[in-house]
Each structure stands twice: as structure tokens, then as C-alpha cells.
């Protein structure tokens, strides 16, 4: 009888801390390169620095990772940078989609960068030149300011979906795009992301993985809670399942 209460309120922890009982490390990358066609490059580049330049945005997201207690999902990003001779213009910063009902509160154990205020509606303005639509997102910022190579990573009690991503760096930006026989695909206006399941595989998505609105699922835990009370308070009734 110990031994299945204790199993019980093993699953009430970890669903209540991961909100699933599976481990999951969904990862995959974007690219741009200045002799691909559109058709191959899954990142959209406006500026005269950047085009000539490959650019990778790559991701990786983990529940398996319990470092921070209450926030079971860690996310991490790297944006890389190639090519010949120096880059003339460094990352200013980098937007990262999410839901309007997050906040600041949502994430811990920010490391690789900082967070401009809040999480608020970032605007399509001067400040983010070219960038498709106004989103809800996290805006973070290096920590040097002569970037061109960036990783940077941050624990969440949000469940990864699909979304967009921005960058900018003086009158350079970039963002997640493809154009297939006239189709676009990805971060467009208006914003409308695929709803298709997280997963490693992109299947032509042009999106990235990022944080939801949507918080670890009550139902499971309540009905655990209710099973291991039962048990507990009638243990005869039960008995005939556990011999």
C-alpha cells in the first residue's frame, strides 16, 4: 500500500512540474544563404550586411532538464553568423514570439542575455524595420554589443508551439520566411501560426518552436490527488487491485 502512494504522489509531482509524464528534446534550424534559392533559404534577410552572409537560427527545447523546479521547459536559441571578412553590424536584439497571457514571470534562469522590460506587443516601427506584423514577444538583448554569434537560454512553465522569430541589427534584420511558387510560409502579416503538434520535424513550417500561453494541464493532477486520497482513506476497498 506505501509503495503505490508513493508512486501516486510521484506522478502528482511530476505532473505537476512538467506537464507530461514523457521527457521530450525537440530541436531544428533555419537558414539563409545568399546562393540558395528562396525556395531552400527558410529565413527572409533586408539589408545590405546580412545578405551576404549565411545565417543559421537553431533551437532546442527540453523537459528534461529539472534544474528549475516549477518551470519544466528549458529553452534555448543560437544565431549564427558566416562568411568572408568582418560583419559591419552586430545583433541590436532578437524577438522571440509568445502569448499574450505570459509574463516576465513565466521564465527563470535567463542565461546568454537580458530582457528589454516586459513581455508586451512589439511593434512593426523604426525600432523593428521590416518585421511583418506587430507580435507579442520577448525582446531580448545581447549582453556585449559587438555580437554576431549568440546563444542564449531560459527556463519556462510554458509548452512549446509554433512561432516566429525576429532580429535586428542596425538597418539589418532577418526573420524566419520561405516563398515556394509563390506561397509564403512563416512570419507574415497577418500573423497566423501553424497549429500543427510540437515536433523536431519542420515539414516545411518556416516556424520555430516557442513558448505558449497554455500552462501544464490541472486536469491530470487533480484526478492523481483524488486516486491517492481514495486509496489512503479506504485502503480495503482497494485492496483486492494490489494483491
Known amino acids: 500500500m506505501v509503495r503505490i502512494v508513493v508512486f501516486l504522489s510521484a506522478s502528482v509531482i511530476m505532473f505537476c512540474d512538467g506537464a507530461s509524464l514523457f521527457a521530450e528534446t525537440l ?6 544563404a545568399p546562393s540558395e534559392l528562396d525556395s531552400v533559404n527558410g529565413i527572409k534577410v533586408v539589408g545590405q550586411m546580412w545578405d551576404d552572409y549565411s545565417i543559421t537560427f537553431s533551437w532546442s527545447v527540453t523537459n528534461d532538464d529539472k534544474t528549475r523546479q516549477g518551470y519544466p521547459w528549458k529553452y534555448t536559441y543560437t544565431v549564427a553568423y558566416s562568411g568572408e571578412g568582418a560583419l559591419q553590424s552586430a545583433i541590436s536584439h532578437l524577438i522571440i514570439e509568445c502569448s499574450e497571457a505570459m509574463s516576465i514571470d513565466d521564465l527563470a534562469g535567463l542565461a ?33 554589443g559587438s555580437e554576431f554569434n549568440m546563444t542564449w537560454s531560459f527556463w519556462c512553465n510554458r509548452e512549446p508551439v509554433w512561432g516566429d522569430f525576429f532580429i535586428k541589427g542596425g538597418n539589418n534584420v532577418a526573420y524566419n520566411y520561405n516563398l515556394t511558387d509563390s506561397v509564403q510560409t512563416g512570419f507574415l502579416s497577418p500573423d497566423i501560426d501553424p497549429l500543427l503538434p510540437r515536433s523536431s520535424d519542420q515539414n516545411g513550417l518556416y516556424h520555430i518552436l516557442r513558448p505558449d500561453s497554455q500552462l501544464p494541464e490541472p486536469s491530470a493532477v487533480v484526478i492523481l490527488i483524488t ?3 481514495s486509496v489512503l482513506a479506504r485502503p480495503r476497498r482497494w485492496k483486492k487491485y494490489f494483491r
Open 227 to 229: 486516486l491517492a486520497i
Open 27 to 32: 530541436s531544428g534550424s533555419l537558414t539563409y
Open 112 to 144: 546568454g542575455a537580458t530582457i528589454e522590460d516586459d513581455i508586451v506587443m512589439q511593434k512593426a516601427n523604426a525600432g523593428n524595420p521590416h518585421m511583418p506584423s506587430d507580435v507579442w514577444g520577448i525582446k531580448f538583448v545581447p549582453l556585449a
